[in-house]
T-cell receptor, first 111, second 110 residues
Framework: NAGVTQTPKFQVLKTGQSMTLQCAQD?????MYWYRQDPGMGLRLIYY???????DKGEVPNGYNVSRLNKREFSLRLESAAPSQTSVYFC??????????FGPGTRLTVL | QKEVEQNSGPLSVPEGAIASLNCTYS??????FFWYRQYSGKSPELIMF????GDKEDGRFTAQLNKASQYVSLLIRDSQPSDSATYLC??????????FGAGTRLFVKA
């Protein structure tokens, strides 16, 4: 079992470029999450998907979109990247609202 | 006021000592409480969860919950240098939203 996987591990974008962060889990979890982590601010929820076919906004959804492609995969898209989106992005999954398992993260820099 | 508060540290303890990490939360309706460990440059990993008032022990780790005081703590007994990490307190306030504290950095001196 790979657990939660994320691609890419690192990315540098210019302001205004777009990109999609990919996430997949093989634990048959219903729920999946996207967080960003900035120094001194902890993990902040961007979007979550309680189950296949549903997505909902979290604390900081502006500038992002998500797609729950199937039960395994949950992607995060930045349509027009801004320097304020420079962060480390973590995907996580859980069996409903219980303990969450995190992927290795994507370190994104927007110039 | 932040919803989940932790002292940022660093908390420095000698090897073999007890490390005590504390967390307060603001939502009295919170139901589930978690402690994650995060090594530098790595992702968070779950080490403890607690749902009921009182203590829960797992090896060298003990989680303590006091809902009346809105307080969660994590005790690490016989601290090892390998315990040096940032510890994140997380609180599920209902539904699918879990609020994370900013974390406490722990340094265990050999």
């Amino acid at each position: 079992n790979a657990g939660v996987t994320q691609t890419p591990k690192f990315q540098v974008l210019k302001t205004g470029q777009s990109m999609t962060l990919q996430c997949a889990q093989d634990m048959n979890h219903n729920s999946m999450y996207w967080y960003r982590q900035d120094p001194g601010m902890g993990l902040r929820l961007i979007y979550y998907s309680a189950s296949e076919g549903t997505t909902d906004k979290g604390e900081v959804p502006n500038g992002y979109n998500v797609s729950r492609l199937n039960k395994r995969e949950f992607s995060l898209r930045l349509e027009s990247a801004a320097p304020s989106q420079t962060s480390v992005y973590f995907c996580a999954s859980s069996d409903n609202n219980n303990e969450q398992f995190f992927g290795p993260g994507t370190r994104l820099t927007v110039l | 006021q932040k919803e989940v508060e932790q002292n940022s540290g660093p908390l420095s303890v000698p090897e073999g000592a007890i490390a005590s990490l504390n967390c307060t939360y603001s939502d009295r309706g919170s139901q589930s409480f978690f402690w994650y460990r995060q090594y530098s440059g790595k992702s968070p990993e779950l080490i403890m969860f607690i749902y009921s008032n009182g203590d829960k022990e797992d090896g060298r780790f003990t989680a303590q919950l006091n809902k009346a005081s809105q307080y969660v703590s994590l005790l690490i007994r016989d601290s090892q240098p390998s315990d040096s990490a940032t510890y994140l307190c997380a609180v599920n306030t209902g539904g699918f939203k879990t609020i994370f504290g900013a974390g406490t950095r722990l340094f265990v001196k050999a």
